[in-house]
């Protein structure tokens, strides 16, 4: 064998990563928004009442699309036609 056949054709991307080695803010965001949707609807959950809960399930919500809407329109943005 030679050397070129020992390189290593695919090197995994980390945690946050677009590719290896590129961060992605994006993806960061969006795992923000994800634990804050979590934590908001946990609050809802246990301490609202009426119409606190109303508006603890808007924010919720809120949180939830910002976590999932954004990094779906980049991949339909970054699609190539």
């Known amino acids: 064998m030679t050397e070129i056949d020992d390189e290593i054709i695919y090197e995994p991307k ?3 990563e677009e590719e290896p080695g590129r961060k992605s803010s ?11 949707s979590v934590m ?3 609050m809802t959950l246990m301490y ?13 919500f809120g949180f939830l699309l910002a976590a999932f ?13």
Not at 48 to 60: N, P, V, Y
Not at 74 to 79: C, D, G, V, W
């Open 48 to 60: 609202a009442a009426g119409e606190a809960q109303q508006t603890g399930l808007f924010i919720t």
């Open 14 to 16: 980390g945690f946050l």
């Open 69 to 81: 809407a954004p990094k779906a329109l980049q991949k339909f943005a970054e699609t190539k036609i």
């Open 26 to 36: 994006m993806r960061a965001m969006s795992f923000i928004a994800l634990l804050a």
């Open 40 to 42: 908001f609807g946990l």
